[in-house]
């Protein structure tokens, strides 16, 4: 079982590898073959991480004795819903780039990028040693730098430039930040491995210390969720990104954030996190705000959908900031189901301004509803999705953070959560808002030309598994929160007082 | 009177092999003209003798420190000691020169061309220096070493006979006259505070008790960083480095960037080693010269665009790191900024390997310049992986684990002592760094602009051997780390 573990991770490494390699060894790949061949590698990833998933294996061993630093891999409850999200996705995006060909490179370090994406990404939700876990996560700067600065929107150079620029210079800001919090943790608590350090709870540490570790680890971890006022990377990021870089961006790079900030910092400093959650929930709240607000105006559909990102993020850390078993319940799943809506949602995007040649709002098209109807009804399902409509996968999560923000941890700030909580309402109803406006321009109407391919084959394939999912998971809750439970009740802030 | 009980040929191994190597070279010049591939092999034989030597220092238990030249009646008292640290410094000098001889292989690259002999007996000369002065424990012997390590960098500076190689040298000739001024009058300092001639930190303790000889304790310390700063490229001891680097032929850049780097750090950890009890006004000396080094090296970096220049401000700045553990009283501070300099040695090594290959394959003169290496990855996926995996090492981002864990193990001494406010300045600046390397990473990923004339159809092999050895060494170091860290007794 240690070998499914371990392949979990080098198969991803070894074919993604390959294929950057390959790609100038090799003239001329067929770019059908290359995607065969990532395909073959992204499915063989997923079928192992279910595996993994199943049988929960654990390794653990010495990689770098000297710092104290552990090849120690694990999945428990709260990991499994996002490793098998990030898998599932890496199917998708390879899928997905059958009926969209990357542009601007070559083919074979496209899927090569994607797949050491993904591969950081899994690595990030596997390990279980807190330096190890700032390595995961770094992997996954580069390959997403080259995705955005080669394979970006073909239109404009310099903002392609600009987008991967600030991507990758806020993330190692972000990342190096979290560093120092992760060295100090190590240092404080004497260990850097995380089952180890979530058991502690924190024992032996005093109170400013633990403030310090967790505002480093917040504001660092913060910066990839993105929180209010350092998201302003996301926006051309998800915009210029071509589609399967938005995809995994937003679907699985903003949870590594999230995921990070219960790992490292709720788990392991409770008091220091209390201290920082009001702020935290209120950076939330204004992000939900500012993002609705910027949604209403925005008329880039490809960057309305980046700045949507930043409103559900927003009831993510809310959720989180509450403390409560409940609050981090919607927190992963909020994290999950903005995992499937955004991927969703950036897929049919990606897909339209392909075929619209631009994503500007204001032009006149002809009716989603008219001209391709499934591509009209998922993205129907996406926003109502996205708006928090209740039965689907967008409800729980953001129900559940306003609910946990009502009545927080004991010893929070009951007034300042339940402000929060209040407010954090007003920012649903922005998200019907900019929804139902998006939905009115591009799918109601009844222009029918010019005509518009409606989806088939692997992108239908691909939305149709996606739609399923919001649905699914929208009906059934308790699939994820299941999983999730357990390990939540012991990590909750409220669970040390 | 014979102050010397013990010699230990074996142990000085890593100094004679090189310094018999130089003489060697100029034996042979002597006896048979105008003869170029022997010297060169000679240097390398030589060198690899010098490597063999170390290793059995290397990754020693703490204490276990290989030591000779020891006084009599003093068993302890040992003028050559080398521990892991050291030893791992002295087997960085050696490759750094391997590194640099493998690159003055092709003749075009060296310059002035048929001066073989003189330039690799210089090479070895100031190798010698550099692995004496990691070994060296008392003023006379660190002090001449020291010297050995920079003087023959000023020629094999000036011999490119160009009028910038003349300009640098000269800039590197001042430098070098001032901060040996300054250790010299650092040396008389020390002497007068502690009447010790050993860098030893029980001597140091004693002459703190006193008042008055605190003072001059702490003046001759001040010299000393002073004066190592300048060879280290520290700000604001730096203003050389451009201009030699800029000046210097590429191998002889190599080499300043090398081995001559890891000449002046070790000078620095020895005189550390005996000062670090003295506690906070020299470590907060230490960490104001660390901030302003990454500082100014990485802005200066970001707006270059001739390749040796960038190259030579990211020394600047990553000299920074290496001393920022310095700024610490931790019992590992030394380990961790030999550790780092390790890994700075290798990833600008390999960096400077690729870059003698594309100035055989696109030309001399192109190849110091950004654009020339455009689409590299496309024409020449070797070299441009390489490149990429020493850049990225630099940087501290995957694949280049080993620049990553080189920064963690820098920090962690930083943040362990709570000095937050070093710690955000060394952040800041990793992501400034990240800017400064991924500029050049961009270009490579690029499309060439139109076929570019190839100077050559391949680099010469010593080159590619070169560049092969330094991916070898990121590969294998980035997956296990350990053999670094393990490497300086960490």
Redo the contacts between chains.
């Keep these: 079982m240690v070998a499914v573990l371990l392949a979990v991770l080098v198969v991803p490494a070894v074919a993604g590898t390959g294929l950057v ?1 390959a790609g ?2 090799v003239r001329a790949v067929d770019p059908l073959r290359a995607n065969a061949f990532a395909l073959a590698a992204s499915v063989l990833t997923f079928l192992l991480v279910v595996v993994t998933v199943v049988a929960r294996p654990g390794l653990d061993r010495p ?5 104290g630093v552990r090849l120690h891999l694990g999945v428990d409850g709260i990991s499994a819903p996002l490793l098998l999200l990030t898998a599932a996705l890496g199917v998708a995006v390879v899928l997905h780039a059958r009926s969209q060909p990357p542009e601007g ?2 083919v074979t370090t496209f899927y090569g990028c994607l797949l050491i994406v993904e591969l ?1 990404a899994l690595a990030t939700f596997l390990v279980r040693d807190a ?1 190890l876990f ?2 995961a996560f ?2 996954v ?2 390959p997403m ?2 995705l955005i ?2 394979y970006g929107d073909r239109h404009d150079p310099a903002a392609r ?1 600009d987008a991967s ?1 600030r991507f ?2 806020y993330t ?2 972000g990342s ?2 979290m ?2 919090g992760i ?2 943790l190590v ?1 404080a608590a004497g260990t850097a491995d995380l089952t180890a350090l979530a058991a502690g709870r924190g024992a032996g540490i005093d109170r400013g210390t633990q403030t ?1 570790i967790a505002v480093l680890l917040v504001v660092g971890l913060g910066i990839k969720v993105p929180l209010f006022p350092v998201h302003t990377w996301l926006p051309p990021a998800h915009t210029i990104a071509p589609t399967a870089g938005s995809v995994l961006l937003a679907a699985v790079l903003l949870k590594m954030g999230t995921y990070g900030i219960v790992r490292l910092a709720v788990a392991t400093v409770p008091q220091g996190f209390a201290a920082v959650a009001p702020v935290l929930g209120a950076a939330g709240v204004v992000g939900i705000l500012w993002g609705g607000l910027a949604c209403l105006v925005e008329n880039d559909l490809k960057r309305l959908i980046a700045y949507s990102s930043v409103a559900h993020m927003g009831f993510v850390a809310l959720g989180l900031a509450s403390g409560t078993a409940t609050g981090l319940q919607a927190a992963l799943f909020a994290n999950v189901a903005h995992g499937v809506v955004s991927a969703l949602l950036f897929f049919l995007v990606g897909g339209l301004k392909s075929r619209w040649g631009s994503a500007d709002l204001r032009v006149a098209r002809a009716a989603l509803r008219e001209v391709s109807p499934r591509l009209g009804f998922a993205l129907v399902v996406g926003f109502a999705a996205s708006l928090g409509l209740p039965g689907l996968v967008g409800f729980w999560g953001e129900f559940l953070a306003v609910y946990a923000a009502w009545s927080p941890a004991v010893g929070s700030p009951v007034t300042v959560f339940r402000v929060l909580a209040a407010v954090a309402v007003v920012g649903t109803a922005l998200a019907a808002g900019y929804s139902l406006r998006v939905l009115r321009t591009v799918w109601a109407g009844d222009r029918d030309a010019p005509a518009l391919a409606d989806a088939r084959g692997p992108e239908l394939a691909v939305v149709a598994v996606l739609v399923v999912a919001v649905v699914g998971l929208g009906v059934l809750p308790g699939t994820v929160l299941r999983s999730t439970a357990p390990d939540v009740s012991r990590i909750a802030v409220e669970a040390v007082r | 009177m014979s102050a010397v009980v013990s010699v230990d040929l074996l142990t000085l191994a890593p100094v004679l092999a090189p310094a018999a190597g130089a003489a060697a070279v100029l034996v042979a010049d002597a006896a048979v003209p105008r003869l170029r591939r022997t010297h060169l092999v000679l240097a390398v034989v030589a060198l690899a003798l010098g490597a063999a030597g170390t290793i059995g220092g290397l990754g020693a238990a703490a204490g276990d420190v290989r030591r000779t030249l020891c006084l009599p009646g003093h068993p302890d008292v040992c003028l050559y000691t080398a521990g892991p640290a050291a030893s791992a410094l002295q087997l960085a000098a050696l490759l750094g020169a391997v590194v640099t001889v493998l690159l003055a292989w092709p003749g075009e690259l060296e310059a002035p061309r048929g001066r073989t002999a003189v330039t690799v007996s210089l090479v070895l000369a100031a190798t010698t220096g550099a692995t004496a002065v990691a070994a060296a424990r008392d003023l006379g012997s660190w002090l001449v070493a020291l010297e050995l390590a920079t003087l023959p960098t000023i020629g094999l500076v000036a011999l490119r006979g160009v009028r910038a190689a003349i300009s640098g040298a000269v800039a590197l000739l001042t430098t070098s006259l001032v901060s040996f001024a300054m250790l010299a009058l650092a040396a008389a300092c020390w002497y007068t505070a502690t009447a010790s001639p050993l860098l030893a930190p029980d001597a140091a303790l004693a002459a703190n008790t006193d008042p008055a000889r605190r003072a001059v304790l702490v003046l001759a310390v001040v010299l000393f960083v002073a004066g190592i700063g300048f060879k280290l490229s520290l700000v604001p001891f730096h203003a050389w480095t451009p201009e030699a680097y800029d000046g210097g032929s590429l191998p002889v850049t190599a080499f300043l960037a090398g081995a001559s780097k890891v000449a002046a750090l070790a000078a620095l950890l020895v005189v550390v080693r005996a000062i670090t009890p003295l506690g906070a006004p020299v470590l907060t000396a230490v960490a104001v010269v660390a901030a302003l080094s990454m500082t100014l090296g990485n802005v200066m970096a970001l707006r270059q665009d001739t390749v040796l220049r960038l190259l030579a401000w990211s020394t600047v700045s990553q000299a920074g790191w290496v001393v920022l553990p310095l700024a610490t009283v931790s019992a590992g501070a030394v380990e961790a900024s030999t550790a780092y300099l390790l890994a700075y040695v290798v990833a600008t090594l390999t960096v400077f390997a690729v870059v003698a290959a594309v100035a055989q394959l696109r030309g001399t003169r192109a190849a110091r310049t950004l654009t020339a290496y455009r689409g590299l990855l496309r024409d020449r996926p070797g070299l441009a992986v390489a490149l990429g995996l020493g850049l990225l090492s630099l940087a501290g981002l995957p694949p280049g684990i080993l620049g990553l864990v080189a920064k963690v193990v820098a920090l962690r001494p930083v943040v362990a002592g709570q000095l937050w406010l070093l710690a955000l300045v060394a952040a800041a600046n990793a992501v400034l760094g990240v800017a400064v390397y991924l500029r050049w990473l961009r270009v490579l990923l690029e499309r060439p602009e139109g076929a570019i004339a190839p100077a050559a159809r391949r680099a010469h092999p010593a080159v590619l051997l070169a560049v092969g050895l330094g991916a070898l060494a990121l590969v294998l170091t980035s997956a296990a780390p350990q053999l670094v860290l393990h490497l300086v007794g960490g």
């Design positions: 390699l100038r060894a990689w770098v004795p000297s710092l490179g070559s950081g330096v700032f390595v770094e992997t700067l580069v730098w080259v600065s080669r430039a620029g990758v210079l190692a800001l190096t930040l560093l120092i060295l100090a240092h310090a």
